[in-house]
């Protein structure tokens, strides 16, 4: 069984930044792709950043240059930094595992206010 705990989520005003985290309960950390997507009130969920295993990344238009994704083999963690967070950045996010199957963490929530 593959647990998935993200960590980081609040309330930032715009402008601000958040770094999330989400670990991995499982040594298959390094050898799987990792994503962050979120989903907003009223909105399906959709991709925010990928990262394989090799290290190559992935992210949506609406946060090139402003999220970094980035993970640490070693403590089996995946994390988000996102800067110059904006109102509609608002949402609940979620951390994704893909290994043989596609696997969530429970999701932890930002808070964007302007």
């Known amino acids: 069984q593959v647990q998935l705990v993200e960590s980081g989520g609040g309330l930032v005003q715009a402008g601000g930044s958040l770094r999330l985290s989400c670990a991995c309960s499982?040594?298959?950390?390094?050898?799987?792709?990792m994503g962050w997507y979120r989903q907003a009130p009223g909105k399906q969920r959709e991709l925010v950043a990928t990262?394989?295993?090799?290290?190559?990344?992935n992210y949506a238009d609406s946060v090139k240059g402003r999220f970094t994704i980035s993970r640490d083999n070693a403590k089996s963690t995946v994390y988000l930094q996102m800067n110059n967070l904006k109102p509609e950045d608002t949402a609940v996010y979620y951390c994704?595992?893909?290994?043989?199957?596609?696997?969530w963490g429970q999701g932890t929530q930002v808070t964007v206010s302007s």
């Open positions: 994704n595992l893909v290994f043989t199957g596609n696997y």
């Open positions: 499982r040594s298959i950390f390094s050898i799987a792709d």
């Open positions: 990262i394989t295993s090799g290290g190559s990344t």
